[in-house]
T-cell receptor, first 114, second 113 residues
């Protein structure tokens, strides 16, 4: 079965420090890959996506992610975190042959300390 | 342009009752998907509809049903509510059934007492 693992439930970083959120998936082929952000009480906002091509993907708000096929990973990075980045981050994988659904990880809550 | 809209914002029901949640997609989007997000977890896929036909179904009981209307809006219905149905229900729309990103609405918070 398809699965998405975000091994870190909580991460705390200092403002201005770099950030990396981990995501691993289990699937036989290359799926579509996404990172979403959710602020408390809000819906999901797409940060970036990977469908094919260049494995380093740039997104909004200064985020980037790198797809590594050999590791089945799609880690999210940001070189300098701002206090406004505090939120919950979800990695998601899209599977066309399973009703075009997205399978989400359990999420990583990011806390930013000043 | 308006994004995906959902109504109501919040809802409180008691066990055994029925609930209907509504979603209006972005103009021009013909595909709508529903997700359930239980507190502390990631969203789980319930249904996808495209051009009024069901295109995908997640691992949810038959108490959950949905439909899409000619204007591409959608309803999610849940019968015989259980305490475990308490969650944030998210609707997402996209232009086509595959191959592009989904845009999520703010969700409906359902509490079952």
């Amino acid at each position: 079965a398809q699965s998405v693992t975000q091994p870190d439930i909580h991460i705390t970083v200092s403002e201005g420090a770099s950030l990396e959120l981990r995501c691993n998936y289990s699937y036989g082929a290359t799926p579509y890959l996404f990172w979403y952000v959710q602020s408390p009480g809000q819906g999901l906002q797409l940060l970036l996506k990977y469908f094919s091509g260049d494995t380093l993907v740039q997104g909004i708000k200064g985020f980037e992610a790198e797809f590594k096929r050999s590791q089945s990973s799609f880690n999210l990075r940001k070189p300098s975190v701002h206090w406004s980045d505090a939120a919950e981050y979800f990695c998601a994988v899209g599977f066309m042959e399973y009703g075009n659904k997205l399978v989400f990880g359990a999420g990583t809550i990011l806390r930013v300390k000043s | 342009d308006a994004g995906v809209t959902q109504s109501p914002t919040h809802l409180i029901k008691t066990r055994g009752q029925h609930v209907t949640l509504r979603c209006s997609p972005i103009s021009g989007h013909k595909s709508v998907s529903w997700y359930q997000q239980v507190l502390g977890q990631g969203p789980q896929f319930i249904f996808q509809y495209y051009e009024k036909e069901e295109r995908g179904r997640g691992n949810f009981p038959d108490r959950f049903s949905a439909r899409q209307f000619p204007n591409y809006s959608s309803e999610l219905n849940v019968n015989a509510l259980l305490l475990g149905d308490s969650a944030l229900y998210l609707c997402a729309s996209r232009v086509a059934p595959t191959g592009d990103e989904q845009f999520f609405g703010p969700g409906t918070r359902l509490t079952v007492l």
